[in-house]
C-alpha cells in the first residue's frame, strides 16, 4: 500500500541560499580584497526529549535547519621595488576577519553548539572535581575555525 501523506525530507546537504560579494583594489604597488560569504543553513534532525514513544512517531529526518554562517575574509600585499629585475611583495592574509562563531553542527535536542538538554539523572552521575556535567557537552569542533592571520614574503624577478 502506499503512504497517504507524501512529504519533502530535504537532505543533509541542502543548503537553500548562497551569497558570495567580493572587492577589491590593486594598483601595481599595493592591493587589498575583500570577501564576504553567508550560507544559510543545512537540515538537521531534531530530537526533542521523548519522555514517551508517541512523542517521537511523527518526526522525519533532517526536520529544522542549522543556523546559517557568515564570514569576511581580508587579503592584502605590498610590493617594493629591490635591485634591477627584483621585487619584494609583501603578503596578508586573514580568514575569518571579524571572528565569527559559525557552527559547523549542532546538538538534536537545542539546535544549537556547545547546548544540551541535560537529565536530572546524568546531573545525578557526574562526578567531577573539575568540571560540571555541561562541560562534556562543549565541543570546539562544532564551530568553524577562528579568526587566522598569515602573513609571508615573496620575491618576483
Known amino acids: 500500500s ?3 501523506i507524501r512529504r519533502y525530507i ?3 546537504w541542502d543548503q537553500r541560499h548562497t551569497l558570495n560579494v567580493t572587492a577589491g583594489y590593486s594598483t601595481s604597488k599595493y592591493g ?3 570577501t564576504g560569504y ?3 543553513g543545512t537540515p538537521y534532525t531534531y530530537t ?3 519522555y514517551s514513544e508517541l512523542s517521537l512517531i511523527n518526526l522525519y529526518e533532517n526536520n529544522d535547519i542549522k543556523p546559517g554562517t557568515f564570514n569576511l575574509d581580508l587579503k592584502g600585499y605590498w610590493q617594493i621595488a629591490l635591485i634591477k629585475n627584483y621585487d619584494l611583495r609583501l603578503v596578508l592574509n586573514i580568514y575569518n576577519l571579524l571572528d565569527a562563531l559559525n557552527a559547523r553542527w549542532v546538538y538534536g535536542d537545542t539546535g544549537k553548539p556547545y547546548e544540551k538538554i541535560v537529565s536530572d539523572i546524568e546531573k545525578n552521575n557526574y562526578k ?3 568540571t560540571d556535567v555541561y ?3 562543549k565541543n570546539p569542533s562544532a564551530y ?3 579568526r587566522m592571520i598569515k602573513c609571508g614574503l615573496q620575491l618576483h624577478f
Open 128 to 130: 567531577s572535581d573539575y
Open 38 to 40: 553567508y550560507n544559510s
Open 144 to 146: 568553524a575555525a577562528p
Open 10 to 12: 530535504p537532505m543533509s
Open 48 to 50: 526533542p526529549l521523548g
Open 135 to 137: 562541560d562534556q557537552y
Open 32 to 34: 587589498a580584497t575583500m
Open 2 to 4: 502506499r503512504d497517504p
